[in-house]
């Protein structure tokens, strides 16, 4: 059974950084995307930012410049460095991974909060 198991949200002051990390594990398969989406409450989860098998990324444009996303294939983790967090970033972060057959699996959420 794949899991995902994000870790790193926490609290932060405006400006301050953090690194969110998401270890995939029960998979025998490589992993094709793999990204990070954000929900806050009353809101569609959107996508913040996704990093192809072979490292291509992409971004949201309200993240573009601040976050970076990365991934180690040999240890099934993907990861996000967050730098100059804002409270709009507030959201609970859920990793997110594309398996064989397109088959799309996510992790449990953890929760960023920055505060003003």
């Known amino acids: 059974q794949v899991q995902l198991v994000e870790s790193g949200g926490g609290l932060v002051q405006a400006g301050g950084s953090l690194r969110l990390s998401c270890a995939a594990s029960?998979?025998?398969?490589?992993?094709?995307?793999m990204g990070w989406y954000r929900q806050t409450p009353g809101k569609q989860r959107e996508s913040v930012a996704i990093?192809?098998?072979?490292?291509?990324?992409n971004y949201a444009g309200s993240v573009k410049g601040r976050f970076t996303i990365s991934r180690d294939n040999a240890k099934n983790t993907v990861y996000l460095q967050m730098n100059s967090l804002k409270p709009e970033d507030t959201a609970v972060y859920y990793c997110n991974a594309v398996g064989s057959r397109l088959r799309e699996y996510w992790g449990q959420g953890t929760q960023v909060t920055v505060l003003s």
């Open positions: 029960g998979n025998s398969f490589s992993f094709h995307d």
């Open positions: 990093i192809t098998s072979g490292g291509s990324t």
